[in-house]
Nanobody
């Protein structure tokens, strides 16, 4: 199982940007479909974005389309989430996750076998 460590969270004003990183170790990173999820207090875990093995294709949750961009560097074993035009409702703990069961597309948390510890993102109004 790959181990994942997120970084880059913090406090930002509405309209601002943040870039999250997720470093992987202990597995063949290029053979994992990677995803970002978030969970706000009192809410369910929400799929944010996912990216294929090669990085050639990505999918997004409706709430972040057009504002967030997922990318990956297989040479650095890292996946990124660029977040622009942040809104107070984006406040949550953000998690990266790795799915070894598919190459192409997944948004179901139960399919992701490895998770990071999470990083807090707080957007002030």
């Amino acid at each position: 199982q790959v181990q994942l460590v997120e970084s880059g969270g913090g406090l930002v004003q509405a309209g601002g940007s943040l870039r999250l990183s997720c470093a992987a170790s202990g597995g063949t990173f290029s053979r994992y479909y990677m995803g970002w999820f978030r969970q706000a207090p009192g809410k369910e875990l929400e799929f944010i974005a996912g990216i294929t093995w090669s990085g050639g294709s990505a999918s997004y949750g409706d709430s972040v389309k057009g504002r967030f961009t997922i990318s990956r560097s297989n040479s650095k074993n890292t996946v990124y989430l660029q977040m622009n035009a942040l809104k107070p409702e984006d406040t949550a703990v953000y998690y990266c996750a790795a799915d070894s069961t598919t190459e192409f597309r997944d948004s179901i948390p139960a399919d992701f076998g490895s998770w990071g510890q999470g990083t807090q993102v707080t957007v002030s109004s």
